[in-house]
């Protein structure tokens, strides 16, 4: 036993290719994170040469306007507050009610599996189809108004509700089933067992999902385009059906104007846009975390 198999020539050579194959993933992984965080820091730093200068309680209050220097992103950022709230009330609760049925309740038949195909295409829909879809059904066919909050968060809202479905599912799947034999074992029925064990331990996961999808759904301009929000709003929205905009829209217009001062407003709105992004998603994080349950 002086010469063990693992330390013969042959089997130390394998252990070194194996440590520098090892190393080689690290630094692979490592210069991969150092170039994303490289490219996140030179955009900020560029938006905050540009922009920080024009963030001021006027720009920060006002509305929309063809002077540059009496623009503000109020209005916008209203536009975004509420149409995410119509966004979240409605995919969230409906998202989460269809990756239960799914996973708990429904039968294991062709249309289901149908609808599981269904529900996976759609969360690769590009988002200007839904734009069109939300013109032809609520604004053509219910007749609600143009270019409102209401059928911005409907629109955003069914762009969504795939991506919540589908990491609902997964988190459900991953709840471990002893929860759920445990549960019926002691007389809980099949819902009760769904709403009060399985549910708040694939919270998380559903929170994630949900994170993922309104962090994409904020960012979009597309699917707001197709049902007139790009509009020139001179007024804050005062309610659900007002007209409005959204941050996104507003910088597309502001980085179309031809008026170079337009360029520190657009630069400004960038970082309220980041910033009501850092603020929903910290909010959603501290959310999941609360409710996250370790093993």
Known sequence: MSNPRWQTPAALRRIARRN?????????????IALSLGFLALLLVIMAKNGL???????????????????????AA????????????????????AA????????????IEWVEVSINNLAAVPSIIFGLLGLAV??????LPRSSPLVGGLTLALMTMPVIVISGRNAIKAVPPSIRDAALAVGASKV??????????????ILTGTIIGMARALGETAPLLMIGMRAFVATPPGGLTDPSSVL?????????????AFVENTSAAIIVLLMFLMAMNGLAIYLRNKFEVRW
């Open 20 to 32: 520098a194959a090892e190393r080689r993933f690290r630094l692979l992984g490592l210069g991969a």
């Open 192 to 205: 009760q067992t769904v709403f009060h064990h399985v549910l708040p331990l694939a919270l998380p996961g």
């Open 100 to 111: 239960l049925y799914l996973e708990e309740f429904a039968p294991r038949t062709r249309w």
């Open 53 to 75: 200068s024009g963030l001021n309680w006027s720009f920060l209050s006002g509305s929309d306007s063809t002077d540059p220097h009496m623009a503000g992103v109020w209005g």
């Open 78 to 97: 209203k536009g975004s507050l509420l149409t995410m709230l119509v966004t979240i009330a409605i995919a969230f609760p409906m998202g989460v009610l």
């Open 138 to 143: 609520f604004i053509n066919t219910a007749g």
């Open 248 to 260: 996104p829209m507003q910088i597309f217009l502001w980085s179309d104007q031809i008026d170079t």
